[in-house]
């Protein structure tokens, strides 16, 4: 078991530009979600994804993000043209299923800064 | 609609002392709740959830967390902080869906 892991761990990127993380989740886990953290508080949803299918997306995400899970493996987190307010850690989870209360496992966190 | 209040964002224990990390609770159906920790620069790791097993749960690292249905509480405590314990801390709640929502966090600082 290797754990979630997440690519890059730091992105820092001009306003304007676009970004995209990656998260591995763990094997065999066919649940996965994204929150994102700003300093101070706590993680927020973002967005969900039961195998391939993106199931549900916050209304924090607004349309400058995209998110895919293509063959229900790893998944994408996409930021276009960013700005300032994009800056926070981005966190990716995965579970095993097939309940909602399976126990979400974090990975180490894509820190962004936007300049 | 579900929350979690977590009162007192900065708490200091000498090594040695007591810790106990206050998480209150908002649900309308029956909740599941755990404790992560995060250390600087790093993701949350697990350190007990709450399943209506048992009220109270024992953790990893000596932690353990008593649900009071009474007191809409899941607090933390450990009766010996050690340096390392040095972390933030977060309470969240499952509640009907799979969505976790966190509190703020408690930024826990061991004194030597």
């Known amino acids: 078991d290797t754990g979630v892991s997440q690519d890059p761990r730091h992105k820092i990127t001009k306003r304007g530009q676009n970004v995209t993380f990656r998260c591995d989740p763990i094997s065999e886990h066919n649940r996965l979600y994204w929150y994102r953290q700003t300093l101070g508080q706590g993680p927020e949803f973002l967005t969900y994804?039961?195998?391939?299918?993106?199931?549900?997306k916050s209304r924090l995400l607004s349309d400058r993000f995209s998110a895919e899970r293509p063959k229900g493996s790893f998944s994408t987190l996409e930021i276009q043209r960013t700005e300032q307010g994009d800056s926070a850690m981005y966190l990716c989870?995965?579970?095993?299923?097939?309940?909602?209360?399976?126990?979400?496992?974090f990975g180490p966190g894509t820190r962004l800064t936007v300049l | 609609a579900q929350s979690v209040t977590q009162l007192g964002s900065h708490v200091s224990v000498s090594e040695g002392a007591l810790v106990l990390l206050r998480c209150n609770y908002s649900s309308s159906v029956p909740p599941y709740l755990f404790w992560y920790v995060q250390y600087p620069n790093q993701g949350l790791q697990l350190l007990l959830k709450y399943t209506s097993a048992a009220t109270l749960v024992k953790g990893i690292n000596g932690f353990e967390a008593e649900f009071k249905k009474s007191e809409t509480s899941f607090h933390l405590t450990k009766p010996s902080a050690h340096m390392s314990d040095a972390a933030e801390y977060f309470c969240?709640?499952?509640?009907?869906?799979?969505?976790?929502?966190f509190g703020t966090g408690t930024r826990l600082k061991v004194l030597a």
């Open positions: 989870a995965s579970s095993l299923g097939p309940t909602d209360t399976d126990t979400q496992y």
């Open positions: 969240a709640v499952i509640a009907g869906t799979y969505k976790y929502i």
């Open positions: 994804f039961q195998n391939e299918a993106q199931l549900e």
